[in-house]
């Protein structure tokens, strides 16, 4: 199974699929296209969230604002997964999490060459997708890197990557100041701040505003602003049935403080 | 097969594919993930008048305003097919439609217990995902739903569920009031009027306005309004290359009157 | 494997799809169905550029302005690869690309009666997915297509097809004159002036206005104007983190004249 993330909307991850279908015949899942274009915080954000739901697969992402320069392709191994794609830490967080509670639990990092590359004006078609089905079929057989893909270069164990950590919230004696890592589909701004926080709270103040702590949208008027813990576990900032990113007047990167 | 339809957009779907794909491995199909946000009517009419195109399969659906509620999570048999999704009425038109003409034309309903779950903090991930999944193998083996799904509850069956119609439009000698029911992408706004009240007609008043009802777009030229019977059998408002929500100034819910 | 290409949005291609998979046990994946609604000529450009990267498939393609009319549906044998869809141009380009290089080179069309369709209203699923369906189990099986689709009709060659070839720019000693072909999800405004008259530049004049010519975005700095090589071969005007085609002031069919 190879599962796809990107930040191409439509139709560019279709000429990756045609890449990679034309070496593997494994599976593929989608995860998104439509993560925020360039945002690396935001896919690492995203996919540390969603890929430890699959079965072991190979991951291939793509969100890349250093396409075009000499940034180095990548392969992760993490427990039973592998990810695919740029050295710019969009792989780090999600892979982290996979080794997590792993046999192995240590990530290995690989360097991919595409100095062979016949084309590189779009990596995630030229570069990316035939390493990740390279790697996939490798993976899938006896869950290793292989030693070079066919028409890129070789593969080679590095110490030398971009690592990345999600900011951390820090957490004082009766505050938390924390930043809004993205805003989802339903305008829900999802921070870093861990939803443990909210615990026995019916109310929380959040830059200056009381609104209540809820377990569910459910327990408050429509349109109500409120604070609740999302499916990730993180504090949210929502209306219900409405957009708390507008409402709350906060964006990605926005640092917020709770009072608790 | 399992199909997926739910309100989530992305990435939240990717989510519940690696929970099912977890569990079985069943092609997975996408409905839509981008029904309208909560909204009930909507997703059991489109839910209505596509899932009968497919072969036998279980279909899991989640369009849910009542997360977080204590709604039950449901399954329903209907002839060759399985739906499995919230108490909220949104399965219970397809449900009715899959179920005309099969040798076993009742539907029969079954609530799914969820109080093991782990999680049910994102119901679409930890409780309806990993039901459909159990759902699909019994259903796939011998046309059955399981006594008991791992991880959440037992299969119970119940008279007790929440049914939903979708609204009747009023025909009268020479006028029909109905309203409308959704609108698509491309602007069409549908109602819930049957098609064969435009037969014959060269021409329709609607809410007071006369405009051409006629076979297919192309017979009118670009940008005007008209009436036509769409692939769903409804009497739909349009433009020809435009947009006839905002050129009828309708939405979802309205009422429309068409006079013949 | 069939391939799946339209301008319908969400959720109509599902419908689509459970009538194919009613046929068939193929795999499919989709192209794109966000291509500009009716826009012949942008999708001919995507899927030339697109389909060549997969391996021997089907492509169903729907995007048809003249749905509801009587034109024709089409099947075009291309190489190894075979397209479906309505008889309007939109298939030959990429048809051309799929044969070139092919032991057989030559595209052969053939004609696909649907004089037999139970209904009609709905092309895209009423005749086109039913034909994709007949052609993929026989182009998969031996190379060839079939000589009647089940309750459509027969299929049989033909020389009379809407042709269609992408517009060619006009290059002339120090200048070109071409026009924008489509813009992308980044506002990329994708023109048909071929790559290589940017070769060996610094910086070319269009429209008037000097902006550098760069091999990747990352050679300028953010917001800056600039003209590049896309990955289809062609000249692109972008903006380094921003939309082209707002900058540029141009939108699909505006002509542009490079000076170099």
Redesign the interface.
Known sequence: ?I?L?SD?????P??M???V??RT?A?????????P??DVRAAAF?LR???????PAAHLVVVDP????DRAAIAVEAGEHVLVGPDNGVLLPAAKELATGATNDAIRVHEIGYENAE?S??HG??VFAPAAAAVHESWDADRTVPEAVDGLGDVTPTGEFVDFELPEPTIEDDAVRGEVLVV???GNAITNVPGYVLEGLDEVRVDGRTVPAV?????VPEGQWLAT???H?NVELDVN?GRGDEAFGVEPGDSVRLEL
């Open positions: 199974m599962t993330s191409f909307g439509s139709p560019y279709a000429a699929k045609g890449v279908l034309q015949d599976r593929l899942v989608d995860v998104s296209h439509a993560f274009r360039q995203w969230e969603i890929l430890p739901y699959f079965p250093g396409v075009g320069t084309s004006t779009f078609r030229d989802d589909d339903f377990e569910t949208f459910a327990e813990v999302g499916s576990g049935r």
